[in-house]
């Protein structure tokens, strides 16, 4: 975590990016996005910008994370549907 984290810039772009991307943006999720997360990671140089921004929920946003991409459609990082109510459960 850098102290960009904690910029007015970054706090309005968040709050953009949230207004946006009102669900999660995962295919298949129905989460409430409570994460601006970068597309392409900061760290890449990615850019701080609304086109390299997505809103994803919680869970996704852990997913991603921890290396995994979120967009398994409708699966989690098993492999498995991540609808718990999915006939496969
Ligand atoms: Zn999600």
Not at 41 to 65: F, Q, W, Y
Not at 69 to 86: I, M, V
Request: aromatic content about 8%.
């Amino acid at each position: 975590m850098t102290d960009f984290y904690k910029t007015a810039f970054w706090k309005r772009l968040r709050a953009a990016c949230l207004k946006r991307d009102r669900k999660c943006t995962t295919p298949g999720c129905t989460e409430l996005a409570v994460v601006a997360d970068h597309i392409v990671p900061r760290s890449k140089g990615g850019a701080d910008t609304l086109e390299n921004l997505r809103g994803l929920c919680i869970r996704h946003h852990n997913m991603r994370r921890h290396g995994n991409e979120p967009y398994l459609k409708g699966c989690n990082a098993k492999g498995q549907p991540a609808d718990p109510n999915h006939w496969w459960n």
